[in-house]
């Protein structure tokens, strides 16, 4: 599964592609529990807003944010019946991440390898992810976070590369 990306930090791209100004404050590279620029469309206007969130969703009914380190990747189809992620499900609460690349392990020489994936041209692009909103009890501070949409990968000529031996092969929806 997809456990860390690069954000892309490219606004020109952002501003032409989208129409949002990337927001300031995150890192290089994002792993769970990680702030990274998403972008979401609001369902009241035709309005593209740009944010940082935290990569790992954590539902509103957590008790901390451990979970987190859990469900920073939800399988598309599945992702309605499991309780992490049906609440984003049903309301429909979809971003995309911005990126301009992400990693995966291959095994073809017997250990695990990270390869970094990306696009020929090495343009940003965005994955499809669900949100959702967490206050944190101690405090009161509301997060955002997000955790990537995948989809089997077991037919796809690059991406059933990656992971181990006899594990689904999985990669991040691309959009």
């Known amino acids: 599964m997809c456990t860390n990306f690069t954000q892309t930090k490219r606004a020109q791209w952002a ?49 901390d944010d451990k979970i987190s380190r859990h469900t920073y990747n939800a399988r598309s189809e599945k992702a309605a019946e499991k309780l992490s992620y049906r609440n984003a499900w049903r309301n429909l609460l979809f971003r995309l991440v911005l990126c301009d690349n992400f990693y995966e392990p291959n095994y073809e020489s017997g250990r695990a390898v990270r390869w970094k994936i990306e696009w020929a041209d090495r ?13 944190k009890p101690e405090s009161g501070q509301l997060v955002v976070s997000f955790s990537m949409l995948t989809v089997n990968a077991d037919a796809h000529p690059v991406m059933n590369r990656f992971h181990k031996l006899g594990d689904e092969k999985r990669t991040p929806m691309i959009i």
Do not use: M, N
Not at 123 to 135: G, H, N, V, Y
């Open 15 to 63: 501003k032409e592609t989208l129409g949002v100004d990337l927001p300031a404050g995150f890192p290089d590279e994002s792993y769970p529990g990680f702030a990274a620029p998403v972008a979401v469309k609001s369902h009241q206007s035709v309005r593209v807003a740009c944010g940082l969130a935290s990569f790992g969703l954590i539902p509103a009914w957590a008790k």
């Open 123 to 135: 343009e940003p692009f965005a994955i499809a992810c669900l949100w959702d909103r967490w206050t």
